[in-house]
């Protein structure tokens, strides 16, 4: 629901007072493999009883709400498309039809929702769509918050006539 919803996401384990240290690392392994749909989200270790940690998540909060709300301006997104591509191009579609991606754009924030035009958007694997999500998360942060990736149909322009009208 924490992805499907947008929502940016500090996962909190509390009762660092009562784990061991040699145990902690070990806790949060754990939390990771049982939220691995939140593995994009940074994980903090408070203690209510002793307060210690708490003071740090207003500054986490505010960190992962400056990451959903980035934006990145659809230049740069090209580039990083272009050398993503040209070191690994989307994989061919059904019935080996080559999938291209034209360009990028970010439409919204909250979440970054980045819109790719292709030339066959249903062809483009999970996988991918994966994938350019971890390199946009390596290439521009977006800690704590999700990344919805969108495949649309592109559209070629249209010559026009004299007059605006166009020819089909």
Same mark, same amino acid.
């Given at each position: ?8 996401? @500090? +996962? ?7 784990? &061991?240290?040699?145990?902690?690392? %070990?806790?949060?392994?754990? *939390? ?51 050398? @993503? +591509? ?7 579609? &059904?019935?080996?039809?080559?999938? %291209?991606?034209?360009?990028? *754009? ?63």
């Amino acid at each position: 629901m924490i992805e499907e919803a947008g929502r940016a996401t @500090v +996962v909190v384990l509390n009762k660092r007072d009562v784990v &061991p240290r040699a145990e902690v690392d %070990k806790r949060v392994e754990n *939390t990771r493999e049982t939220l691995p749909f939140l593995n994009w989200a940074p994980v903090m270790l408070t203690s209510a009883r002793t307060g210690a940690g708490v003071a740090a998540l207003p500054e986490a909060a505010a960190r992962v709400f400056a990451a959903a709300s980035r934006r990145i301006s659809t230049g740069e997104l090209n580039r990083f498309l272009e050398a @993503v +591509v040209a070191d690994k191009p989307p994989p061919a579609g &059904p019935n080996g039809r080559h999938v %291209k991606l034209y360009f990028a *754009t970010q439409p919204q924030v909250r979440p970054p929702t980045i819109v790719f035009s292709a030339n066959h958007p249903t062809a483009v694997p999970v996988s991918y769509r994966r994938f350019l999500s971890n390199q946009l998360r390596a290439a521009y942060g977006f800690e704590g918050t999700p990344i919805r990736i969108v495949m649309r149909e592109h559209r070629k322009k249209r010559k026009q006539m004299p007059g605006g009208r166009s020819r089909d």
